[in-house]
Nanobody
Framework: QVQLVESGGGLVQAGGSLRLSCAAS????????ITWHRQAPGNQRELVAT???????NYADSVKGRFTISRDNAKNTVYLQMTSLKPEDTAIYYC?????????WGQGTQVTVSS
């Protein structure tokens, strides 16, 4: 079992920055990939960023150049550094961990960007 806890969300003005954290516990050695997703009201959940065990990263076109995903293996934590935030980035942000057998979701953290 893997447990994920997101933190770091909040209210920020357009152009500002936030850093989200996803702290993993439990069978963390079984995790292969961690992704960040977001879901705005009335929208489907969308993939924002991916990081593999090897450190490879990938981003949605809408956040490329503004968001950076990283990991601290010693702390079992994955981060999403978000800069140049826009009102359309407003959403609940979730982290998602993949193992060989299944995946796990965190409870989400709200990010609100005011114009």
């Amino acid at each position: 079992q893997v447990q994920l806890v997101e933190s770091g969300g909040g209210l920020v003005q357009a152009g500002g920055s936030l850093r989200l954290s996803c702290a993993a516990s439990g069978s963390t050695s079984s995790i292969n990939v961690i992704t960040w997703h977001r879901q705005a009201p009335g929208n489907q959940r969308e993939l924002v960023a991916t990081i593999t065990n090897g450190g490879s990263t990938n981003y949605a076109d809408s956040v490329k150049g503004r968001f950076t995903i990283s990991r601290d293996n010693a702390k079992n934590t994955v981060y999403l550094q978000m800069t140049s935030l826009k009102p359309e980035d407003t959403a609940i942000y979730y982290c998602h961990a993949f193992t060989v057998s299944r995946s796990y979701w965190g409870q989400g953290t709200q990010v609100t960007v005011s114009s």
